[in-house]
């Protein structure tokens, strides 16, 4: 009532007879409906604050832009405004009635095909408007560079605020860097067109109010709000429409534009009231991201870049990953050569792979074997004692074939150990010649292995062994490999 009131002061002669409200933005603004004597129909917006006012501003600026010509060329009416009340800083709008019914989304999207081919060319006409009529009303031109600088202004500013998902950051930041993206043509766009700025009648739009935000600018803006139909043919629709009528002038990129600016709205809204210290936005602006967070990494979303871009490995994935720890060097035996492992009838026994572990790796070094005599057999080492934070089944953790030591009959002595000196008079002791040859970057092939006689040996016994023999078979290295029996080695 008190806005039927304001406007019997706007418009002289208004009798208001009945008053109902409006659906409107909320937060900017209160809307009614006059009904006065004549049944003649009003609209009245009066502004909540200043911001609101400075939009209602813009909007008269913009209907006194259009001319009979373009009203005349466009498919559908535009409102006039009959007349204002300044009360303050504020001004209330009274506006003459136009046809038509507000829709909510799910209305519009029940009334099928045929009013998303006339919405496709409502939007259409829009963007065909000349720019001229912005310019004589002074109204807001970017060029398709400065709309991408304005987002990624308006995206350092959501950053600063420490409430965006990282992911939806790095998804925004992404289709901003993408260059193909960006190239449009800028057109004429209505700024702020959503189903409450549309009336509808025999699922046909007559009518298109909400002027505010009319300026030259991204084409796709006006296509955001159809990124949250969940009937994602109506959209298809409308924009197969709006090309059929735009012909070679209609970006093929507009949708995917459209859904970068209807997710990165809410940063907007975020922003916005974070200034205006509203907690109770802040909440539910943060609740909504973490939504549509949410939705992205589990459903992928809507393709926003022309691009697309790398996915990165999950930080929880690379944690789980276990770090292979390489398997030991190969153990060989002095005095043969590891290529002719393969064409042996007897070869030697495989060592087992070194389990995975994140245990000291203790790489163990090479051992030579001496000649021994039948009558007198090697005594056996104590075995190496096993770590005590090995793991139990070292070949079920890492995946790969192991044998354990236990099962070994005979196990060979630690390789940091030599044979005792209370050893048989006929023991030797191997040397670790071949393994110092590999230190000091030498070549074992080449060099002839060294074999020391223990302190209680029979230097008599050896020279007999030598005599015993008369055609003694030899390796490449000079070697008598005859008499020697091939011991193997295991390492730690």
């Given at each position: 009532m008190e806005l039927a009131a304001i406007a019997t002061a706007?418009?002289?002669g208004l009798a208001p007879t009945g008053v109902a409200s409006l659906p409107d933005d909320g937060n900017d603004f209160d809307s009614v409906l006059i009904v006065d004597a004549a049944k003649n129909r009003w609209r009245v917006r009066s502004p909540r604050h200043e911001e609101a006012s400075v939009r209602l501003e813009t909007e008269l600026a913009a209907l006194r832009a259009f001319s009979a010509g373009i009203r005349a060329s466009l498919p559908f009416?535009?409102?006039?405004?009959?007349?204002?009340?300044?009360?303050?800083?504020?001004?209330t709008f009274v506006y003459n009635h136009v046809p038509g019914k507000q829709y909510s989304l799910e209305d519009l999207v029940?009334?099928?095909?045929?009013?998303?081919?006339d919405l496709g060319s409502v939007m259409a006409a829009i963007h065909s408007m000349p720019a001229s009529a912005i310019d004589r009303a002074d109204l807001p031109s970017y060029t398709a560079e400065q709309v991408r600088q304005r987002r990624l202004n308006e995206l350092d500013a959501a950053a600063t605020t420490g409430m965006i998902p990282s992911r939806l950051l790095r998804r925004w930041e992404h289709a901003l860097e993408d260059v193909a993206l960006w190239r449009f043509n800028a057109t004429v766009i209505h700024g702020d067109l959503h189903e409450d700025q549309l009336l509808v009648q025999d699922a046909k739009v007559v009518a298109v109010t909400g002027w505010t935000d009319l300026q030259v600018?991204?084409?796709?803006?006006?296509?955001?709000?159809?990124?949250?139909?969940?009937?994602?043919s109506f959209a298809e629709a409308a924009f197969e429409s709006y090309v059929s009528v735009r012909g070679d002038r209609a970006d093929p990129h507009i949708m995917r534009r459209a859904a970068l600016a209807?997710?990165?709205?809410?940063?907007?809204?975020?922003?916005?009231?974070?200034?205006?210290?509203?907690p109770e936005r802040i909440a539910e602006a943060k609740l909504m991201l973490e939504e549509l967070d949410s939705d992205i990494a589990e459903y992928g979303g809507q393709p926003i870049s022309v691009v697309e871009p790398p996915r990165a490995a999950r930080s929880e994935e690379a944690e789980q990953q276990p770090v292979p720890v390489p398997a030991a060097e190969k153990v060989t035996v002095s005095g043969i050569d590891p290529d002719e492992d393969d064409e042996a009838e007897t070869p030697a026994p495989s060592v087992p792979a070194e389990p995975e572990t994140s245990a000291l790796k203790i790489v163990p070094s090479p051992i030579s074997a001496a000649p021994v005599p039948p009558v007198a057999p090697p005594v056996p080492a104590a075995s190496p004692l096993k770590p005590l934070d090995a793991p139990k089944h070292a070949s079920e953790k890492t995946g790969t074939a192991t044998e354990s030591t236990d099962k070994q009959p005979g196990a060979a002595a630690s390789p940091d150990k030599t044979v005792t000196e209370d050893a048989d008079a006929d023991t030797v002791e191997s040397t670790?010649?071949?393994?110092?040859?590999?230190?000091?970057?030498?070549?074992?092939?080449?060099?002839?292995?060294?074999?020391?006689?223990?302190?209680?040996?029979?230097?008599?016994?050896?020279g007999a062994a030598e005599q015993k023999h008369d055609g003694p078979a030899k390796d490449s290295a000079g070697t008598d490999t005859t008499a020697i029996p091939v011991q193997s080695a295991e390492p730690k």
């Open positions: 706007a418009v002289p009416q535009l409102p006039s405004v009959a007349g204002t009340v300044r009360q303050g800083p504020l001004r029940s009334l099928g095909s045929r009013c998303a081919r600018g991204d084409p796709a803006d006006d296509f955001a709000w159809l990124a949250a139909v969940h009937e994602q209807a997710e990165f709205a809410l940063a907007q809204w975020l922003v916005k009231a974070i200034a205006g210290g509203e670790g010649d071949k393994d110092a040859a590999k230190t000091k970057g030498a070549d074992p092939s080449k060099s002839a292995p060294t074999t020391t006689l223990s302190e209680d040996a029979d230097e008599g016994t050896a």
